[in-house]
């Protein structure tokens, strides 16, 4: 993590900006270092008994979680974790996003189902930070950079879900200032629970004479209990837990049914111009539901190379006829830990580098840094998001396989990773509504320039890799046949005259972006690990990364060059009528 946020995200560079003065490298790898105490010893232990008892509706509504949260999550805020990120004058830390993501890595491998908590209250955080009156952040702010509070997001309802533009959940206005909510939301998590003393319900609403669809929708703050003047909890509102949903995974997360029944509510910025506050938040939340296919892989991975280096099984070319081998010295279990460890460092190198280019957005020095910041930060968000979470399903799916028939068995915990990991590929908007943001909104930015850039910059790191020495052909060469393909991609979906081919070719296209995107990465951390590799074997295995990549996943982007630029004749050619018989 130190590696990828000093050679990556450049942590140097953000540490200088004036925001950041009080957090150097050197502070922000001790804060990492206690992170890793606190997140192995106090909640990893909890993941288990998560999974096993989950969150449970009672009678009159509350919501209980399993043996241990309570108690995690209050040492957790009274260390001071959820504060990382924050503003100082609201009782945060202020580190970087880089750092912030890290912290957030950790909690998220020691235990997702509960780290979704503290990711949707950072999201409330920024929606205040950016849109609220200055009252509104005055009662909730800094309780939620504490995590003493926590925050939700109601969105969905029954008929609207990528589509947000059908909500109905309806909201009047009390003609004191405040409003009145009254609707059903769905699928909402950690929506009820007992960590914390209130919960804040961002909640999206249609205002009277609201136009249709996504023009009409505005932003809401419904707290579970109101806030008095001073500060203290006053009545419960209407906003009310109805069920909890059973599911595949993440069973310690509630997600619940939540009824608005004249639930008081106060208006956030003006009134139908919500969604643009969600868009404004999505860089940050998508960041962090791709960060959870890279850090539930990472658990995965470490318990599937433990396992292989105790597992004796069959025997190794060249062992001994008497005895039987690790599992680890067969050639198609390597394939498969190496296959998960360099995804996973490309993931992460991606990952971080989004999280510095938010950073760079926020707190940039000139206009120009900060517009660099956010073009790179919009560009990067559905892949981070897609690919991240897509391969979060695969990887711990290849963990399952490295068991072989105890990953299928819950004892070894493996299975639990691959459920949980299951859900980030669905929420926080598909991975397929992912593909058609990556294609019909940010590939066409200011005529393909950001993406054009960035590309660029992949075939200027291409043509520089001659420190690598014996491995420098094949990555270098790998890395330009990959970002060429990605190139003739990127030129085909942006002169697409036909809406539905560049909608066809999307999926394919976000894949093939994330594989060439982890080539670049991995060839950035081999060249910042060359010099000293010859008498480092951390720093050689980030060599040979780079190079089981250029040889083993890049050439997978040219597979996939087909299924981009065929048109979507053939998605269709066989009637709606005819399909599933
Ligand atoms: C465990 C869990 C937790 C959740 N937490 C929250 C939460 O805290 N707050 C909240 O508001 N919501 C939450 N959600 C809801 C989640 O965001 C939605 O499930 C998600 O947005 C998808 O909506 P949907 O389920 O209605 O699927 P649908 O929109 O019906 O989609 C079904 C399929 O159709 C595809 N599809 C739909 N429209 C298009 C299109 N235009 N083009 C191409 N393909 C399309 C989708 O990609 C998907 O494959 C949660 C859901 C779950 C399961």
Not at 165 to 187: E, Y
Not at 229 to 253: P, T, Y
Not at 387 to 407: N, P
Not at 474 to 493: D, F, K, M, S, Y
Request: glycine residues 10%; negative net charge.
């Amino acid at each position: 993590m130190n590696f990828v946020l000093e050679h990556i995200a450049g942590l140097g560079e953000l540490t200088a900006l004036p925001a950041f003065s009080h957090a150097d490298g050197e502070t922000a790898a001790a804060v990492l270092d206690e992170a890793a105490r606190f997140f192995s010893e106090v909640v990893a232990p909890t993941n288990r008994i998560g999974d096993q008892v989950g969150s449970v509706r009672n009678e009159d509504g509350s919501v209980s979680t399993p043996p241990g949260f309570k108690e995690a999550y209050r040492r957790y805020v009274d260390a001071g974790w959820g504060a990382v990120k924050g503003p100082p004058e609201f009782g945060g830390h202020g580190f970087p996003t880089a750092v912030a993501i890290a912290v957030q890595e950790m909690l998220t491998s020691a235990n997702m189902a509960m780290s979704l908590c503290p990711m949707l209250t950072a999201s409330a955080v920024v929606a205040l930070i950016r849109h609220g009156s200055d009252d509104q952040r005055a009662a909730f702010l800094e309780k939620l950079v504490t995590g003493e509070w926590t925050g939700t997001m109601l969105l969905t309802e029954p008929e609207a879900g990528s589509d947000l533009g059908a909500l109905r959940a309806r909201a009047t206005p009390n003609g004191d200032g405040t409003w009145s909510l009254t609707g059903q939301k769905i699928f909402i998590t950690w929506g009820e629970h007992d960590m914390a003393d209130n919960i804040v319900h961002l909640v999206l609403a249609r205002a009277p004479e609201a136009p249709p669809g996504t023009r009409g929708i505005s932003m809401f703050i419904v707290p579970k209990y109101l806030v008095r003047d001073d500060g203290s909890l006053g009545e419960r509102n209407g906003v009310v837990c109805v069920s909890l949903e059973h599911k595949l995974g993440i069973h310690a997360s509630p997600t619940a049914v939540m009824a608005l029944e004249n639930a008081t509510g106060s208006l956030i910025g003006e009134v139908h111009q919500g969604m643009r506050y969600m868009f404004s938040m999505m860089n940050d939340a998508r960041l962090h539901v791709g960060l959870e296919g890279l850090a539930i892989s990472e658990r995965a991975y470490q318990q599937a190379a433990a396992h292989a280096r105790e597992r004796r099984q069959g025997r190794a070319v060249g062992a001994p006829r008497t005895e039987s081998s690790l599992i680890v010295a067969h050639p198609d279990v390597r394939r498969m830990l190496m296959t998960m460890r360099v995804n996973i460092e490309a993931m992460r190198a991606l990952m971080y580098d989004h999280a510095a280019a938010i950073d760079r957005a926020e707190w940039g020095a000139t206009d120009a840094e900060r517009a660099e910041g956010e073009t790179r930060a919009a560009l990067l968000t559905p892949v981070t998001k897609g690919w991240g979470s897509d391969l979060g399903v695969e990887l711990t799916s290849l963990a399952i396989q490295v068991y072989g028939g105890m990953g299928y068995v819950e004892e070894t915990g493996a299975a639990q990773h691959w459920r949980d990991s299951r859900i980030a590929p669905i929420y926080e908007g598909t991975n397929g509504i992912q593909a058609i943001d990556l294609v019909l909104r940010k590939l066409p930015v200011d005529d393909g320039a950001g993406v054009r850039g960035y590309l660029d910059e992949i075939e200027k790191l291409a043509a520089d890799l001659d420190g690598l020495g014996v491995h420098a052909p094949a990555i270098a060469g790998a890395l330009r046949t990959g970002v060429e393909t990605l190139r003739t991609a990127t030129e085909h979906l942006l002169g697409c005259d036909d809406a539905n081919d560049a909608l066809a070719g999307a999926a394919p296209y976000l894949r093939m972006f994330g594989i060439v995107a982890g080539g670049y990465y991995l060839a950035r951390l081999a060249r910042a690990a060359a010099p000293e590799a010859a008498s480092d074997p951390w720093l050689a295995a980030k060599v040979a990364s780079a190079r089981f990549y250029a040889d083993q996943i890049l050439p997978q982007a040219g597979g996939l060059l087909g299924a981009v630029t065929a048109d979507s004749g053939q998605l269709f050619a066989v009637d709606a009528e005819l399909l599933g018989t």
